[in-house]
């Protein structure tokens, strides 16, 4: 999957904070803030996102389920126009 995926989703469900999203590219790329186009291993990038999300709900009451069945679904769909 594409990086760009993970920038949406965080613009649209702000799972994590930009650092937490830098420091996982760093972790995975080696590369704190790749380009949209850096390939990243889509199993990888959805357990991020659902540990964020498990996380947050463990830590509050916002129900996270759309960005989990968003990161489910859209991790493994191109991306047009990308």
Known sequence: MKAQILYD???KYEFCSGT???EFFD???G???PKGIEEINPE???KFVISCCNAIEHNSSIDMSACRIAAIG???LPYPNR
Request: hydrophobic share 40%; glycine share 0%; aromatic share 12%.
């Open 74 to 76: 859209e991790s493994f």
């Open 44 to 46: 990888v990038a959805q």
């Open 31 to 33: 590369e704190p803030s």
């Open 9 to 11: 989703l965080r613009e």
């Open 27 to 29: 972790y995975v790329l």
């Open 20 to 22: 937490d999203l830098h």
